[in-house]
Structures are given as C-alpha cells and as structure tokens.
C-alpha cells in the first residue's frame, strides 16, 4: 500500500533523499497492542481480568489476542496511540487514564506473517511477501471492566480471567496450589535432564519461596521445556496439540500469553510501591476488605486481614514506618439487603500517596503457602 506525501513543488529535496529506497532493507512493521487489565467485583471472588478480542482471521484464527494493530502511517503518531486507535475499534472500550508502556517485543518468528510469501510455478524461487513484526505493548489499568463489542477484524472482545491463561499463578487456596504441583511433576521429565533444571524449578516454582513477581521467567522456563504449545509452532503458528496442554491454560494468539505473563509481574510489583496503580483498579474508595480482595486477585496470593490492615492503613500515631496509603472517609459502605451486621467503612487514597512513588514500598503479609511435602 503506497502513501502520498506533500511536498511543495519549489522545496529542494537533499541527495540522500533521492537516492534512499526502504525496499532496499529487510521489510519491517511495527503494531501497538492494548493490555487492558481490570477488577471483576461481581461475582462471589473478585477477579482480575483481562480485556482481549477472539481473532476472526488467520493467523491465529479463533484464538485470544490483545487488541491491537499495525501502526496507521498517516494517523498514528506513534505506537502508544496505536494501540489506543486499536483498543477502541476492536473493543469499544475507550483507553483508561493509567497506561504505560509495558515493553517491545521483537523476537524472530513471533508473528508468522513474517514468511509469507508463494513459489514462482516458473522458477520454483521463494517469493517473500512478508514483514518482519514488532509490537510495543501499553499496561492499561481501569477501574470495572466495561462492556465490550467485537469489532473491526476481531470476531468478539470479551474480559477474561488473567488465570485461565496462567493457571499456575493463582496460589489463593489449596486446590489451586495443587495444580501448581501438577505443573511441577509435569516439568520433571526436563528439570533432571537440563543443566541445573531441578534447582530452576525448585527456585521459580517452590512454594517454599513462591515469589509472585517472577512470572516472566516461570513462563520463560515452560516455553524452554517446551511444555507449552507456543513453544511447539511451526513457522506457520501451528502447533501440535497435547493432552497435558490443558494443565497449562489457554493458548493465545502470537507470543500474547507472554506479554500477560509480563503484564501481570508489572503489576503484582506497582501494587507495592505506586499506590496510582492500585486505585486505578480499586476506585478512589474502598473498603479494606475490597481492597484486601484485589491485592489478593493481583498477586494471586492470600493475605493475613489484620495485618494487611496495618500494612496499608495503619495508626496515625505510634512507631509504624509502614507507608499510609488510605485514609477513612466517615463513610460507610451501605449493605445489600437487610441482613444483620455494621456497614462496612469506605477509605480513600491519599492524595500525596498516589502522586507519588513510596520510598518504602508496602509489605504485603502473605500467608504461608502450603509446604513442599504436603503437596
């Protein structure tokens, strides 16, 4: 697709410009994607969620995507609005005000339209029609998760809970941390025949030191075990299907189930030390149970209440160096229906605490996750 450009008749063109052809370079695209993160209060645990569109056409076809799309050469200035444009033509889901760029990602092969191409009947030569794909992602955080339309190439948009992708990083009750030992007993095969794989495994997967930040690289170590169908595609994106792939969650279009690997590790951080990214999520008030549920549904992991309690809101007087983040407001939260028991009380974030970034970030009291023998 070629684009006319205005160039006033009378303007001198410099030689470097005449004699500079982009054909004469591997062929280059570039795509913004929306990673459209929400809380789902609605049902009986608060979820977090993610807003993704069912892709209609191939490659890809059918399976789950971040919105997103090749970079406009005329209307976009840049990827961050790209990725903007995108998110409201395949959703209908205008952009949060909380975004920030997550990461370019480049890697060689990650969007088979990069080989594309046919056979000349005549010659037999390969004739390369494709273009090598990188896409700059944007976390955007919002508060609810709006309705969504499929539109534009996308077959429906649709919120989605992160864990159905990841289901190993959602350690908040036992049965939940009895699949991860699944993931684990799947992974002894590759962790006692790779070079220091059992210590890997023990390290990014043990209970014992379960850190919920370290998405990313227990992603990566499943791509290199070659557990997941990702890391089994063709240059075409086909994949041979498994059985065990089902203990692994749901496939996604491209290298998409990294990037939420990637997006969901941002965000179990930013909870500790950028309040904004917190009450971009919660709401500017919440009651401290509602704001206990969504760090839990963030991190993936259970909290202690009364502690929690005092790491996010403790006593304006005395020796605690823990950081206030919320304050009361006088107000309570009113009860639904006319059951008995004292409406809960609503907290509002700290104007100073959200502008700002905690010199000391929070210290979240995780409850002790079940030990390695009892699993």
């Known amino acids: 697709m070629s684009h006319e450009i205005e160039v006033p008749v009378d303007e001198p063109v410099p030689e470097w410009a005449v004699q500079y052809n982009a054909g004469d370079y591997p062929r280059q695209s570039v795509t913004g994607d929306a990673v459209a993160l929400a809380l789902d209060t609605s049902g009986p645990r608060c979820t977090l969620r993610a ?4 892709r209609g056409g191939v490659p890809f076809a059918g399976l789950d995507a971040w919105p997103g799309g090749f970079m406009e050469w005329d209307a976009d200035e840049d990827t961050r609005q790209a990725a903007i444009r995108e998110l409201r033509e395949e959703t209908g889901v205008d952009a949060p005000d909380f975004i920030e760029p997550l990461g370019s990602y480049s890697r060689n092969g990650r969007d088979p339209r990069q080989f594309a ?8 030569a390969w004739i390369a029609r494709g273009t090598r794909v990188t896409t700059a992602a944007y976390l955007m955080l919002t508060h609810g998760a709006s309705q969504a339309v ?3 190439d996308a077959a429906r948009a649709h919120w989605a809970d992160v864990y159905d992708y990841l289901p190993w990083e959602d350690l908040r009750d036992e049965g939940r941390q009895a699949h991860l030992s699944a993931v684990v007993q799947a992974l002894d095969g590759w962790a006692h025949a790779a070079p220091h794989g059992v210590e890997r495994v023990r390290e990014l997967f043990g209970l014992r030191d379960w850190n919920e930040e370290r998405t990313a690289e227990r992603w990566a170590l499943l791509m290199e ?4 169908p990702e890391a089994r595609r063709d240059q075409w994106g086909r994949a041979d299907a498994r059985p065990q792939d089902a203990l692994f969650g749901r496939e996604m279009a491209f290298d998409h189930r990294q990037i939420l690997a990637d997006a969901l590790g941002r965000v179990r951080g930013k909870i500790k030390y950028t309040p904004a990214a917190l009450m971009a999520l919660t709401g500017p008030e919440a009651t401290l149970d509602e704001l206990q549920a969504a760090c839990e549904s963030i ?3 259970p909290l202690h209440r009364s502690n929690f309690r005092r790491a996010v809101a403790p006593a304006e007087r005395g020796k605690s160096r823990a950081p206030r983040i919320v304050a009361r407001t006088g107000r309570r939260r009113p009860r639904e229906g006319k059951g008995p028991g004292v409406a ?11 502008r700002a970034r905690l010199d000391t970030s929070i210290r979240f009291p995780w409850l002790h996750l079940a030990p390695e023998e009892n699993r």
């Open 150 to 152: 499929g539109a534009d």
């Open 344 to 354: 809960p009380e609503l907290y509002a974030f700290l104007p100073d605490a959200v």
């Open 299 to 301: 991190a993936g992991r």
């Open 51 to 54: 807003l993704l569109v069912e």
């Open 225 to 228: 075990a070659r557990l997941v």
């Open 117 to 124: 191409g046919y056979r000349d009947p005549s010659t037999g």
